[in-house]
């Protein structure tokens, strides 16, 4: 890991520990094994760094997301599962960035988290544009609101950093199937002999 790396992944595990307003500049450099100096060189504040934390884990996201939207092999079905296996997936494996932002996220500048919130509506824009799809294409119920599924989506998947553990009964992609189980259930278009009389 270079020395950035280090210094994230330090900031990362002293946050979670501690808290980011109990946390210093020298105790982060301690941990990592570098300078403040170092530090400085890469980061102009500790607010900046934990935007970082959070940029590493939305940019990710927004690139898979991304690429299932373009994917012309796809049902609106398929890709709107695919979002959710991704989501719930990147959570597990950045359970320690989401945490520390979600409990942290006061802290990052007015200007840094103008940034963070364009990134977190421009994936709900890819949800959006998902269901959409699934709308028009005769998938999807066209009497729900659409806002208010995508919103939903992120409430369920978001929530996850709170109780799934690496070691529970459900591997990440086991939750995240279950999850489509249930919002696809009511998602889905109902054929005139399904509709209760």
Sequence with gaps: MDTRGKIIQSAVELFGQKGYHSTSIQEIGEHAGVSKGAIFHYFPNKSEIL???????????LEKADHVL????????????????????????????????????????????AIIKAKRDRCEQIFKAVVEQGVAGGEFRRDLDIDMIVKAIFGMCDWTHQW???????????????????????????????RPA
């Excluded at 092999?73 to 599962?81: F, P």
């Excluded at 695919?82 to 520390?100: G, N, R, S, T, W």
């Excluded at 998602?187 to 399904?194: K, P, Y």
């Design 51 to 61: 935007f970082v934390i959070h940029e590493k884990f939305i940019d990710i996201i």
């Design 70 to 113: 373009h994917r012309e092999d796809l049902s609106a079905t398929q890709k709107l599962r695919e979002l959710i296996v991704d989501l719930v997936q990147l959570i597990a494996d950045f359970k320690p960035y989401v945490v520390v932002f979600f409990k942290e996220y006061k802290y990052v500048d007015e200007d840094r988290l």
């Design 164 to 194: 799934m553990r690496p070691d529970g009964r459900l591997t990440p992609r086991q939750i995240a199937l279950t999850f489509c189980d249930l919002l696809l259930g009511g998602l889905r278009q109902q054929v005139s002999g399904d």
